[in-house]
């Protein structure tokens, strides 16, 4: 290390600092393709949700569910 | 993932980065100074014209049961407010009142308010709402330093207030008092009525005085990604009347300046804040927001179509981060685009295709394979064609070239998950046969529509011309194509795949796309002149598209050049046909005229050509990196002082060269000058033949032409630095 002029040690800090970037970034698209998805869920669920609610399919989910037994 | 603070970290690095290229430390936030504040409520409330209603808004204020003590009312006059303020000063009050003046606009009033404020808590009111008597009160009861109180929100037409049947109101009802997520009560963290909130939140996180509306959806993503507060719904029920007039917002006729311009402002500033939040949940919230803003987008297409390349135009670039493209288009699409492999799967073909939708700029939507078991996955290249895609189906079977069985299942699957008779337009393209077998199930079924199909390469003979074999087509299905054939065309039809993946389209497609003149006519040589004739008559040439110039700037490269040689980029795969020795030949001359020319290499086969570059001592011309992604090759391409570009050699197994690179044409976006090494006779042979100052040329090979254009690159008034 002592031996490294201060050029040297600012490329390899440059150098080591764009190695993590380059790979925090591919993680970043993944996570922004992961966010899209947990978005998408969430949507989905409450929309399920809803429908499970609306009276007239709570009723037949509960007759579907007396025929079972 | 979250957990890694990727955003915060990038940051962080690039600060860094700046600062060691730069030899100085980054400056720290100064801190800021606040006065103490007084338990209570400063209720804010923006007054432009409001003469209507300012009697009415007076009057519930004067009714609360809060102690005159804990709360103030802090009145902005805007714009245009004097009938108003007549009104005002004419009533009797009892309670604190302060009035402000502010320009014109609703978030700047608020700001003032805010910065007004002297309470520890905040509730925003506007001028044509009511709140119920005991609505500060209660609110005050329920308020924490570091929580956004949510109370009931009725909506009052007329006057009848409707009990909280609103889908707002409705978000609350049998909630616990700490919602165990933001997104449950989403629709309530994206308006100001019924909300009460930490002063001192709001002195840090302001209304965006930029924005015509919209402000209130913002200033809640934004002091919910920067605080991360608690939020709590009002246990006692306090309540926010929302009286609903003609003019409100929500019932504006759609324009383009509120449905586009004002959304894609919002969607801009709420992107900002995706850009460095980390934590999911947030993000899935904020997202959530993103989506109802393209919805009035979407509506305002659905009735102004003529609007839509204005729009695309717009957002084609927010690619960054998420943005509510799919939503935007959501059931716009009149065309479908059938590419067996497609994007996010890295292909070329695929890449072509997703390049043709960019390049037609319209709303479509796309069917493909899963094609993970044979290709990599590059996420980015959804930012390609991602703009204009509603619907994107992926079709999950095994992947293949030939195997009828699977293709038959991806046929089978496709038609079942297509609504096919939505479409007027169907695009097929292939390189990958399955493309154009499901275009003909689709036109089967729906005669009318009209079928539009693309040849990647030949597919009924390889590279070296042998007839590629498969079966796939039974006897009962050639007669009912036969049905439907000229008597005098139905000798070319038989059960092979690839025969049939270039005849049925032949027959049945209303246009034809070929790359270049040679594909077409190295096609149909096979053909008797009648046949040949009614193929040419419905085709098309078409290169391959050249993108503008905002993709070669989608992503960053990290390519090292030499800065005191001539550095030459080579980007592809090699195989028989286009080998690694012609690069070694150029090599070998670089060596032997000792010129400061540098090739850097970019493919999927590193460890043979390195082998190759050792064996032969070239390893200091020749320097060999692994493939890059699209976007990053892209990037990079714009770096070298050439790029250099090969034909595939087909002499000796074809009459003409029917491929033309489809690099050609993203090396032509790149700005960089073009080193072409030509098969004679070949499409890149002829547009050498047409001067360019951008390209130089010269046959495979040849190695008294590539000396003389080694000289011409390294002369230095072609390169001054």
Known sequence: ?69 | MAELNIRKRLQEIEEQKRAITLGKKTAGRPESHELPLSEGISVIIPVHRGEEYIERLIGSLEAQTLEREQFEVIIIFNGEYVRTEEIFNSLETKKQYRVIYTEQGVSRARNAGIDNASYSNIAFLDSDDTISADYLEKSLEACEPFTILLNRLYDVKGQKPDGGANHINRELTGRDTYPESYYSVVKNLSLNGGKVLPTHLLKKTKFDETLNNGEDVLLYMQLISEHKPIVKVNPDEAVYYRHLVDNSLSRTKSNYEFSITDRIAVLGRLQDILKVEDDEEVRTLIIDRMRAQAGFMNRYLKEHMEDYALVAGEVAHYTDEYFPYARMNEDLAKRLYISYCFPPYSDTSGIVMAKRIVERGEPCDVIHNNMYDVRSMDLTLERLAGPFIASRREINTTSSFTNSKYISLFVERAMEKLDIYRYREIYSRALWPASHVLAYEIFKESRNIRWIAEFSDPLYRDIKNNIRQAGFYTKKDIKEIKRHTASNYQKYLDGNLFNMAEVIPFLFAEELVFTNELQLESMIERFDEDFKEMVRQKSVIDRHPTLAPEYYNYQKNYVALDKDKINIGYFGNFYETRNAEEIMNIARIIKAESLDVKIHVFTNSTRQVKSQIFSNGLKDIVEVNPYLRYFEFLSASKEFDYLMLSDARTGGYKRRNPYLPSKFSDYLGSGTKIWVQYEPGSTLASICSEKSDSIICNPLNDHGAIKENLKRITQKEENPV
């Open chain 1, 1 to 69: 290390m002592d031996q490294l002029s201060y050029e040297e040690l600012k490329k390899i800090a440059l150098e080591s600092l764009e190695q993590e970037e380059r790979v925090l970034s591919e993680f970043k698209i993944i996570d922004q393709e992961m966010s899209a998805l947990k978005n998408d869920n969430a949507r989905l669920n409450r929309e399920l949700q809803k429908y499970k609610e609306f009276l007239p399919i709570k009723a037949a989910l509960k007759a579907k569910k007396m025929m079972k037994k």
